[in-house]
């Protein structure tokens, strides 16, 4: 046979699965919802059972846009490579894979763009829609958020989850085929050979160090940190970080609370240590606007941190924002313009942390 006739006769085999598959579907739409950080052989039957329940299969990848953390250090074009590449051409034809932004602290937010991402797929929300996922995990909370969609659960495949494999696989380990699909793992083998790998490499060491530091103590520990929000005519005042974890991004000035001090204290103190902010004590004390707590479980890799957030809102000056310099922790210190923030840029959980207490 030659090289025509086999593409033609390809072409009729891809051409018929994908009639078979559109027939005697219960839904046009599934909609699996997840991070995928790696995606395994649990993800793998969930979406082998929603493409044969459903016409197409919709993949909300999230955790899109932010930095390469230990939580998530795959883009969401690797992870749909991972996704489409454990299948058929004809099945991956049927998965639509779609980033989706985190919005901690906000579900009314996080609510529109899982909406807008199903709709840049369907067209619209009035489709035969339904939600997959697993019944007894973090799936089974959003399952129950879009009362207008049906939802279908699926047991948890040999109780895998993406931790154990991603947490081993950044401290050097190989993952294996009982846990991840091969197209996976080709994936993870060429992250794997990347500086971006070793320097997440280097941080993972760093924190599970940091950890058995507290393997004697009765009880995991809980951390306490203050961090400043500070606006002044449209900026706000960030910070580079100088070391691990997050080593390069930016975040807002904070630290860990002292013995023997208030949060507010600690905040204050942190803020002048990592700027030398040129405001006088008394003035940014009484320019404090509001404060908030922040205290989603994955927000630190060092473990349990809990934050309290101080929102400072400075006085427009005709002088001009003013001056800073990084010290202490800080690599340097910074205004940026409210209009120039990257999510793509910020430490942990510092963006949505802005966001929910700016208003932006």
């Known amino acids: 046979m030659n090289e025509a006739a086999e593409q033609s006769l390809d072409k009729q085999r891809f051409d018929k699965e994908r009639s078979d598959a559109k027939n005697n579907k219960d839904y046009r739409y599934l909609v699996f919802i997840g991070r995928f950080q790696p995606f395994h052989c649990g993800h793998k039957a969930v979406v082998d059972e929603a493409l044969k329940r459903a016409d197409n299969v919709i993949m909300l990848i999230g955790s899109a846009n932010l930095p390469r953390s230990l ?26 894979c779609v980033g989706l ?40 909370y959003y399952l129950s958020l879009f009362p207008n969609w049906a939802s279908v659960s699926v047991p948890n495949y040999h109780n895998l989850s993406a ?37 997440l490499h280097e941080e993972a060491d760093f924190v599970d160090k940091y950890k058995r530091q507290w393997e004697s103590a009765p009880y995991p520990p809980t951390f306490m940190t203050a961090d400043a929000l500070v606006v002044q005519s449209g900026h706000i ?40 902010l040129k405001v006088p004590e008394p003035v940014l004390r009484g320019s404090c606007h509001s404060q908030h707590t922040f205290d989603d479980p994955y927000r630190s890799a ?16 005709p002088k001009g924002l003013p001056k800073v310099k990084g010290g202490d922790d800080a690599a340097k210190a910074f205004w940026l313009p409210l209009a120039e923030l990257d999510a793509t840029m910020m430490f942990e959980d510092h963006y949505a942390i802005i966001i929910k207490m700016v208003g932006l």
């Open 163 to 199: 931790t154990p494999i991603r947490d081993s696989y950044l401290m050097g380990a190989t993952p294996t085929p009982e846990r991840t699909p091969e197209s996976t793992r080709n994936v993870l083998d060429d992250f794997k050979k990347t500086d971006t790998y070793q320097n």
């Open 237 to 276: 005042l960030l910070v580079e970080r100088r070391s691990m974890p997050g080593r390069g991004l930016w975040a807002l000035p904070g630290g860990f609370l002292n013995p023997k001090e208030t949060l507010f204290d600690a905040c204050i103190r942190e803020l002048r240590e990592e700027t030398r």
């Open 101 to 140: 932004d985190d919005a901690l602290y906000n579900d009314t937010r996080w609510l529109q763009y899982v909406q807008a991402g199903v709709k840049s797929v369907t067209g619209d929300l009035e489709s035969d829609i339904g939600l997959i996922g697993h019944s007894k995990d973090s799936s089974s």
């Open 302 to 317: 060092r473990g349990r941190t809990i934050t309290q957030a101080f929102y400072f809102q400075l006085k427009n000056d």
């Open 71 to 96: 939580r998530n250090p795959f883009s969401v074009a690797e992870r749909a490579t991972m996704i489409k590449n454990a299948y058929s051409p004809a099945e991956a034809a049927r998965i639509h």
